[in-house]
């Protein structure tokens, strides 16, 4: 990126229900399965109308949100989740080619060239009446000219989404089936609703929420494939869904707003943002829904998560986001009696999968004490002093291309510097708590398999003859490819995220920090 916000707010989601976010946590103390993740005060991931470039802070964090202007994040009250408002980094409008040649904006575009216009005093909107605009459409009209700001910055802001939305009127009046006009008028919406007092009660927010949504269905049906009109559609039915609490109507918004997400992602599938929001909805709807669905919801969050996050692996809310919902599924997991068979991941292996993605996130992000806080609660279910341990199936040493039978199963472990395969000696020693001699440790090191994290070049998942039957995974280095298998897919996808993010953090310059959570 090349510009800069101001700090972007405390945000992300929460799975678990959520403690006071304005109290201190006693410094790592020894989390028990009963509790909950802390979250941010409010929510990040909803809060805007539009997707619009939003670079992080930092050049090497690229999420953005979709309200630059006001950074405030809001939470969301399903299992202590929070919409985490990530807006577009970028993303890219296609040409909308109209009779009278006009195109979608962004928000910030529209409020900058409306001002400049308004203050011109010379737009031809502006010789018409009040009364015209209000019979092209009068409830849009009636909504929009009685918001008022709760200082003199948001009544500037609310005359220039006023002028805007008499320009869209205007514009529909002319061509009923200008789609571009109708998208603009529904973010001019969209964004007079957040404009809206916390104590006001005339207008109504949801009023506004649910005309910015007629105007969202009508611009898609006159042009299906405008994604920026489905993410934005469904960010403002999640926030209707929000007002309504745990209630069946809540539940019909939540589905339909995962829809509209769906279906944005389908138009443009490279919107990690729209992922990430799509997992909050999810997680929103878990909440409510019966009980026998709650877990198939749930794991189709964490897929959206994951998904966001193989996206754009900075992207530090995302990350957060799947270590809460890992967390309150562990959590769901162990008051339900456990996994059901062995095939499951156990509640102890939650919690600790959990633990890697919040540890990460507080790495890329580590002045943002909502992930302090969430570590402080989960660093004791790191392996201390790795970030995670686990078996592979691995070739002999120097041997990537072996007979199958040649293969054996063993644990190895990944730190900040690199993943290393733990000898049979050394697990002897260690369950001794004997310091293993400078000798015996390079002979070792020559034994075992092991991967320096600044030799990494890739990391993915594999498919070949040459390997034993199962999950292969793929790790491509400055001095070759190392191949391994995992125990299932799932223990796959683990040790991606993991060895990746790792890898992310390094090439971020947070190895540090990463050191420091597992090394205390």
């Known amino acids: 990126m090349s510009t800069t916000t101001p700090e972007e707010p405390e945000l992300q989601n929460g799975v678990v229900p959520e403690p006071n976010s304005n109290s201190e946590l006693e410094p790592e103390p020894q989390p028990k399965p009963s509790d909950p993740l802390p979250q941010p005060e409010s929510q990040p991931e909803q809060e805007a109308p539009e997707p619009k470039p939003e670079p992080e802070p930092e050049p090497e964090i690229t999420d953005a949100d979709p309200k630059p202007e006001d950074p405030k994040p809001s939470?969301?009250?399903?299992?202590?989740?929070?919409?985490?408002?990530?807006?577009?980094?970028?993303?890219?409008?296609?040409?909308?080619?109209?009779?009278?040649?006009?195109?979608?904006?962004?928000?910030?575009?529209?409020?900058?060239?409306?001002?400049?216009?308004?203050?011109?005093?010379?737009?031809?909107?502006?010789q018409e009446s009040p009364q015209q605009h209000v019979d092209q459409n009068d409830a849009a009209m009636d909504l929009i000219s009685s918001v008022t700001g709760v200082d003199e910055e948001g009544r500037?802001?609310?005359?220039?989404?006023?002028?805007?939305?008499?320009?869209?009127?205007?514009?529909?009046?002319?061509?009923?089936?200008?789609?571009?006009?109708?998208?603009?008028?529904?973010?001019?919406?969209?964004?007079?609703?957040?404009?809206?007092?916390?104590?006001?009660?005339?207008?109504?927010?949801?009023?506004?929420?649910?005309?910015?949504?007629?105007?969202?269905?009508?611009?898609?049906?006159?042009?299906?494939?405008?994604?920026?009109a489905f993410y934005n559609w469904a960010i403002a039915?999640?926030?209707?869904?929000?007002?309504?609490?745990?209630?069946?109507?809540?539940?019909?918004?939540?589905?339909?707003?995962?829809k509209n997400y769906e279906k944005a992602v389908q138009l443009n599938w490279n919107s990690p943002q729209a992922l990430n929001n799509w997992g909050l909805a999810l997680q929103e709807l878990s909440a409510i829904v019966p009980a026998r669905e709650k877990q198939t919801i749930v794991r189709t969050a964490i897929s959206k998560f994951r998904a966001a996050i193989r996206l754009q692996y900075d992207f530090h809310r995302a990350i957060y986001n799947l270590g809460t919902v890992l967390y309150g599924l562990a959590e769901d997991t162990l008051r339900t009696g456990g996994?059901?068979?062995?095939?499951?991941?156990?509640?102890?292996?939650?919690?600790?999968?959990?633990?890697?993605?919040?540890?990460?996130?507080?790495?890329?992000?580590?002045?943002?004490?909502?992930?302090?806080?969430?570590?402080?609660?989960?660093?004791?279910?790191?392996?201390?002093?790795?970030?995670?341990?686990?078996?592979?199936?691995?070739?002999?040493?120097?041997?990537?291309?072996?007979?199958?039978?040649?293969?054996?199963?063993?644990?190895?472990?990944?730190?900040?510097?690199?993943?290393?395969?733990?000898?049979?000696?050394?697990?002897?020693q260690s369950a001794q708590s004997l310091s293993g001699r400078s000798g015996d440790a390079a002979n070792m090191d020559k034994r075992t398999i092991g991967v320096d994290i600044p030799d990494i070049v890739s990391v993915s998942a594999c498919a070949d003859l040459t390997l034993p039957p199962g999950a292969g995974l793929c790790i491509d280095t400055i001095h070759g490819q190392v191949f391994m298998v995992a125990d299932s897919w799932e223990s796959l996808d683990g040790w991606l995220d993991a060895i990746r993010l790792v890898y992310t953090i390094f090439a971020r310059g947070k190895s540090d920090v990463l050191a420091g959570i597992i090394t205390g």
């Open 75 to 126: 939470p969301i009250q399903s299992n202590g989740s929070e919409n985490a408002t990530d807006k577009e980094a970028q993303i890219s409008k296609p040409e909308l080619r109209k009779d009278e040649g006009s195109r979608t904006f962004t928000m910030r575009e529209l409020l900058h060239g409306l001002k400049t216009e308004e203050t011109d005093a010379i737009s031809p909107y502006s």
């Open 156 to 228: 500037s802001r609310q005359r220039i989404l006023t002028f805007a939305a008499r320009r869209y009127a205007s514009a529909i009046e002319r061509n009923p089936e200008d789609y571009d006009a109708l998208y603009n008028w529904a973010l001019v919406l969209q964004e007079s609703a957040d404009n809206v007092s916390q104590d006001s009660t005339s207008p109504s927010k949801d009023a506004l929420l649910e005309e910015a949504c007629k105007k969202y269905d009508e611009a898609t049906h006159l042009c299906p494939t405008l994604h920026d």
């Open 237 to 258: 039915i999640s926030d209707r869904a929000k007002m309504r609490g745990r209630t069946k109507e809540a539940e019909e918004l939540w589905k339909q707003a995962t």
């Open 339 to 428: 996994s059901v068979n062995a095939k499951e991941v156990s509640p102890s292996e939650l919690y600790s999968q959990s633990a890697i993605y919040i540890a990460a996130a507080h790495a890329l992000k580590p002045s943002y004490s909502v992930y302090s806080s969430a570590l402080r609660l989960v660093r004791s279910m790191l392996p201390l002093p790795h970030l995670k341990v686990g078996y592979l199936t691995a070739p002999p040493v120097g041997k990537p291309v072996a007979p199958h039978s040649d293969w054996k199963r063993s644990q190895f472990f990944l730190t900040h510097e690199g993943l290393y395969q733990i000898s049979k000696i050394e697990q002897k």
